[in-house]
């Protein structure tokens, strides 16, 4: 399995980006995907899941404000955004795509997920 994302930048406050994550080699139908984010001496939080059944949750932070969303484009290839809108400064961050086989309610703690993208850093002044 391999995750890439790509998508982020510089961008001012209330402005939009959207994150991609290219997700290939998954072969269990319906993963657990997600988005999470970490800042500089903090723990990676979640911004974002969706279950394989189209359900998701949001961290408290972003409700409102980023939409996550999947698409199966192949068998074992899925591509997975997150749209981000009115952008604050403390989204400012290094965002990571994740997923997870095997469990239909995704969890939101990071250290249960196991396939983790490198990365891709927000920054909003």
């Known amino acids: 399995v391999q995750l890439v994302e790509s998508g982020g930048g510089s961008v001012q406050a209330e402005g939009s980006l959207r994150l991609s994550c290219v997700a290939s080699?998954?072969?269990?139908?319906?993963?657990?995907m997600g988005w999470f984010r970490q800042q500089p001496g903090k723990e990676r939080e979640l911004v974002a899941t969706?279950?394989?059944?189209?359900?998701?949750?949001?961290?408290d932070s972003v409700k409102g404000r980023f939409t996550i969303s999947k698409d199966n484009a192949e068998n074992t290839l899925y591509l997975q955004y997150l749209q981000m809108n009115s952008l604050k400064p403390e989204d400012t961050a290094m965002y990571y795509c994740?997923?997870?086989?095997?469990?239909?309610?995704?969890?939101?703690?990071?250290?249960?997920?196991?396939?983790w993208g490198q990365g891709t850093q927000v920054t909003v002044s």
């Open positions: 080699g998954i072969t269990y139908k319906g993963p657990c």
């Open positions: 994740a997923a997870l086989m095997g469990r239909r309610f995704c969890p939101t703690g990071a250290d249960e997920y196991d396939y």
């Open positions: 969706m279950e394989g059944y189209g359900r998701t949750l949001y961290g």
